[in-house]
Nanobody, 123 residues
Framework: QVQLVESGGGLVQPGGSLRLSCAAS????????IGWFRQAPGKEREGVLC????????YYADSMKGRVTISRDNAKNTVYLQMNSLKPEDTAVYYC????????????????WGQGTQVTVSS
């Protein structure tokens, strides 16, 4: 079965850190461009950043530049999102998504999606 599964979300205090995981099954993740997106209640889904097949990355959310990094572990068929200095406004469901040809800003451009993992930043 073709599947992406996110994990690692939870409750964290402002200024804290989380590492989210995106594990693939049914396909080889390193063939794909992988994007991370987030969606807060009542808001549009927005791109956070994307990792390319050569492991370079593009930031989409200006508010998270310098606080998030993306990495890939091909042996584990997994992509990670490291988030530091978290703020209450980072609270959202975070999704990973995959497509074959390029990083893209729009979530509609991605083929495969995970179920999402909740990140809550609160005191």
């Amino acid at each position: 079965q073709v599947q992406l599964v996110e994990s690692g979300g939870g409750l964290v205090q402002p200024g804290g850190s989380l590492r989210l995981s995106c594990a693939a099954s049914g396909f080889t993740l390193n063939y794909y461009y992988i994007g991370w997106f987030r969606q807060a209640p009542g808001k549009e889904r927005e791109g956070v950043l994307c990792i390319r097949r050569n492991n370079s990355s593009t930031y989409y959310a200006d508010s998270m530049k310098g606080r998030v990094t993306i990495s890939r572990d091909n042996a584990k068929n997994t992509v990670y999102l490291q988030m530091n200095s978290l703020k209450p406004e980072d609270t959202a469901v975070y999704y990973c998504a995959a497509r074959l040809w390029a990083c893209a800003t729009s979530h509609a451009a991605y083929t495969y999606w995970g179920q999402g993992t909740q990140v809550t930043v609160s005191s």
